[in-house]
Structure formats: structure tokens, C-alpha cells
């Protein structure tokens, strides 16, 4: 006899498609929708950004955005972690490698 019970299957991994898993797609999903949200924000700001612009800009359906983000207020969140994280990594990156460093007096002058 042969058993009617379906093999386990990984449900975290999911299947595999294009060559990429469920987490790396959703992932791939959400960095689309992030690159979307700075270029759509950037250029018509955040009151006449839509979820149908963000979506027509990251070549992607709605379904797809409210899984990722929910909603314009929690992209708009991700957007700026995003950038004042890639401002304080550069920021740092140039005081690190910069030879030049300004010192500036331990106290202000007394005026």
C-alpha cells in the first residue's frame, strides 16, 4: 500500500522560483519597493505618492506591496532608516579615510 500522506515539504524555504526562494524574493520584492519609494519621494514627495506610482515604479503589483510594507507610511519609514543609514556609513567611511582631519577647539570661545 502506498501512503496518501503528502511528503514534508519545507514551508520556510518554499519553492523554488527563477532561481530564487520565497525569502529571496520577498526580499528582492522589498528592495525594488524601497528603490521605488526614494525615487518616487524624492521626485513627487510623500503627499502625492501613491501605492499605484510606487507599484508602476517598482514593476510590481499591490498585493505585493501591502505584503512588503502595509502601507505608504511604513515604506516612507523604511526609506529614511535606509538613507540616514547609508549617510552615517558614508559619513564615517570619509572620516576614516580622510588624512585631513579639522580639529575643533574643546571649548567654544567665550564671546
Known amino acids: ?13 518554499g519553492r523554488i522560483y527563477g532561481g530564487l526562494s520565497l525569502e529571496d524574493r520577498k526580499k ?9 519609494g526614494i ?4 521626485t513627487s514627495g510623500f503627499r502625492s ?9 517598482a514593476k510590481l503589483t ?7 510594507y502595509g502601507n ?7 526609506v529614511y532608516e535606509h538613507c ?13 579615510t580622510n588624512t585631513k582631519m579639522v580639529m575643533l577647539p574643546a571649548r567654544l570661545p567665550q564671546a
Open 62 to 68: 499591490d498585493r505585493y506591496f501591502y505584503e512588503s
Open 1 to 13: 500500500m502506498t501512503s496518501s500522506k503528502p511528503k514534508s515539504i519545507n514551508k520556510q524555504a
Open 28 to 36: 528582492q520584492r522589498r528592495e525594488q519597493f524601497l528603490q521605488a
Open 72 to 78: 505608504l507610511e511604513n515604506l516612507l519609514k523604511a
Open 84 to 96: 540616514m543609514t547609508n549617510l552615517a556609513k558614508r559619513s564615517c567611511w570619509q572620516l576614516l
Open 39 to 42: 525615487n518616487v519621494f524624492g
Open 49 to 57: 505618492a501613491t501605492v499605484r506610482s510606487l507599484c508602476k515604479e
